[in-house]
């Protein structure tokens, strides 16, 4: 594949490590009767490993550059150009009625996006095994009360069980990012919840992780729900968000639910 540069504006970083790439082909172990969806395959590092064991391998790439390059060395390949963010889930998975199994070297700036759509769409996806931020993935794992749990913490928590796989230093990558990496692999629960119930949960979270130094009476009060009157949720209000465990913010949803059904 010719020689493309990375341009900032994309967020890339382009993997050309083959040890690294080999170990998270390890990681994603894929099989033929899988429905793979990469997130940005760029030059196609991970692409040319993974192309051929499964026949149903979709990529999403915004990147107009290296769509030529990708559809010519990558044939029997689905490309969709365009911006993942923007990709109907559902449409890709009733084209194959297959849970999916998402993939990719994902641009940082864009990592709690994505993984806000990967939450979304859970009951439509198998897993996820993607690179980012050694930092992000602390918060994905981080424990109750610790620095570092935060909003990802809890709905990770929910909706999926999250494993950091491996570091990964900055000299896998051209150019070289400024931080040091990881890959995590998100096994999607497969819960059946409500659109109005997963939105809902979403936002509470979101709401008492609002201000998160405020004990959750004054978060929730300066959100979306200030209106509510959570004294009779059987929650501690004088507590702070990062005292909360999942079933905590369920309790608060449940209450919110019935307050605004």
Same mark, same amino acid.
């Given at each position: 594949? /010719? ?8 967020? /890339?970083? $382009? ?16 099989? =033929?009767?899988? @429905?793979?969806?990469?997130?940005? =395959? ?8 993974? +192309? ?8 999403? #790439? ?6 030529? %390059?990708? /559809? ?5 390949? *689905?490309?969709? /150009? ?22 990719? &070297?994902?641009? +940082? ?17 198998? %897993?996820?095994?993607?690179?980012? *931020?050694? #930092? ?11 620095? %570092? $749990? ?12 999250? *494993? ?5 230093? =900055? ?8 931080? @040091? ?27 008492? !992780? ?18 509510? &009157?959570?004294?009779?949720? $059987? ?9 909360? %465990?999942?079933?905590? !913010?369920?309790?608060? @949803? ?8």
């Amino acid at each position: 594949m /010719q020689k493309v540069k990375p341009l900032k504006r994309f967020g /890339q970083n $382009y993997l050309h490590d083959k040890n690294i790439i080999k170990k998270i082909v390890g990681e994603i172990n894929p099989q =033929p009767d899988d @429905t793979i969806v990469e997130i940005g =395959p760029g030059r196609g590092a991970l692409t040319e490993l993974i +192309y051929g064991k499964t026949e149903n391998f979709i990529a999403v #790439e915004i990147d107009t550059r290296v769509i030529e %390059d990708l /559809q010519s060395k990558f044939p029997k390949f *689905q490309l969709i /150009q365009k911006d993942f963010l923007k990709v109907d889930i559902s449409t890709i998975y009733d084209s194959n009625k297959k849970k999916l199994r998402i993939i990719g &070297n994902i641009p +940082y700036n864009l990592t709690s996006s994505i993984i806000f759509k990967i939450i979304r769409n859970a009951e439509l996806i198998e %897993d996820a095994v993607l690179m980012v *931020q050694n #930092e992000v993935a602390k918060r994905m794992t981080a424990k109750k009360g610790n620095k %570092d $749990y935060g909003i990802l913490t809890v709905l990770l928590n929910y909706f999926s069980d999250t *494993q950091v796989c491996f570091k990964v230093s =900055p000299n896998a990558f051209y150019p070289k990012p400024k931080v @040091t990496s990881a890959v995590v692999h998100l096994h999607l629960k497969g819960l059946s919840i409500s659109k109005e119930k997963r939105e809902m949960f979403i936002g509470i979270v979101k709401a008492c !992780f609002g201000n998160r130094r405020k004990i959750l009476k004054n978060s929730l009060s300066n959100s979306i729900f200030r209106e509510l &009157n959570f004294s009779d949720s $059987y929650i501690d209000l004088s507590l702070r968000a990062e005292q909360l %465990d999942v079933k905590d !913010f369920l309790v608060l @949803t449940e209450f919110a639910l019935n307050q605004t059904g």
